[in-house]
């Protein structure tokens, strides 16, 4: 990842990825909202660090098929949805015409959205810095296309800490010579894994880390929210019992962060 051509290729790495999983994305639970309860916990999540949208503007960033776009537009936010896939984008366009929504569509990269600077009031993204492979530089970036007193609500998870479900699942599959359930084939996780080994945060994304990292971006009034049991027990509801469980235990949480103003 020290050269550009290195940061090129893993950066279309990750984009062809998720272009292929775009087809089946909201097939999965954890991408698409599958009960009420979980829906109302997204909503009192937005609430609790955005307040309502007031016809404020809103960036989300790796928007996938706009599963976050939609709830930021329901809370009253104009949204603005980015991704650098085109198939992503493809998708979220025809759910929004579906649902009759005016949400607009850019295509770019999380890390140089190109948009315009002191635009936004919020920016929101799920499950995207795991994937960054220059996090700092991303949120000098996202801190520049905020307006003074703007606001971020980045939703992640230190996904490769090991856990005791971890070791379940392992113990599992060498009892039964079957891997435990998966939304992903082995040859897609497989790629997944390839692209987890070559981002920043390659192993561990403790919170206290990305915290560091927004604080140095020259964000403020960060707090760290881990208080998202109404959505992980909606979504454990629906899951196989090995990867509800998983979902369980793992340490997701929301950080909230001000640009000052």
């Not at 949120?139 to 996904?159: A, Q, T």
């Not at 891997?179 to 981002?199: D, G, L, N, T, W």
Request: hydrophobic residues 40%; charged residues 30%; proline residues 3%.
């Amino acid at each position: 990842m020290n050269s550009m051509n290195t940061n090129y290729s893993i950066r279309d790495e990750i984009r062809d990825f998720w272009s292929e999983r775009a087809a089946t994305f909201d097939q999965s639970v954890g991408h698409e909202i599958f009960s009420e309860a979980e829906r109302k916990g997204w909503q009192r999540l937005i609430r609790k660090h955005l307040g309502e949208g007031q016809g404020r503007a809103a960036l989300d960033l790796a928007c996938g098929t706009a599963v976050i776009s939609h709830l930021m537009h329901d809370a009253g936010f104009a949204v603005t949805g980015l991704d650098w896939s085109d198939a992503m984008l493809a998708q979220a366009r025809a759910k929004a015409k579906k649902r009759g929504t005016d949400i607009r569509f850019v295509s770019g990269d999380a890390e140089n959205t190109m948009e315009p600077k002191n635009s936004y009031d919020a920016i929101t993204n799920r499950h995207l810095v795991w994937t960054l492979v220059d996090p700092a530089s991303a949120f000098k970036e996202w801190f520049s296309v905020l307006k003074p007193g703007g606001k971020v609500l980045i939703v992640d998870g230190n996904m490769g800490r090991e856990t005791w479900v971890k070791d379940l699942q392992k113990f599992w599959t060498k009892l039964t010579g079957r891997p435990a359930a998966s939304h992903m084939s082995p040859e897609m996780m497989a790629r997944h894994q390839k692209i987890r080994s070559r981002v920043h945060f390659a192993k561990e994304m403790p919170a206290e880390a990305v915290v560091d990292l927004l604080r140095k971006a020259g964000f403020t009034d960060i707090v760290v929210d881990r208080k998202l049991s109404d959505i992980h027990w909606a979504q454990a509801r629906k899951m196989p019992f090995l990867r509800g469980l998983e979902r369980l235990v793992q340490d997701r949480f929301a950080i909230f962060a001000r640009k000052p103003g």
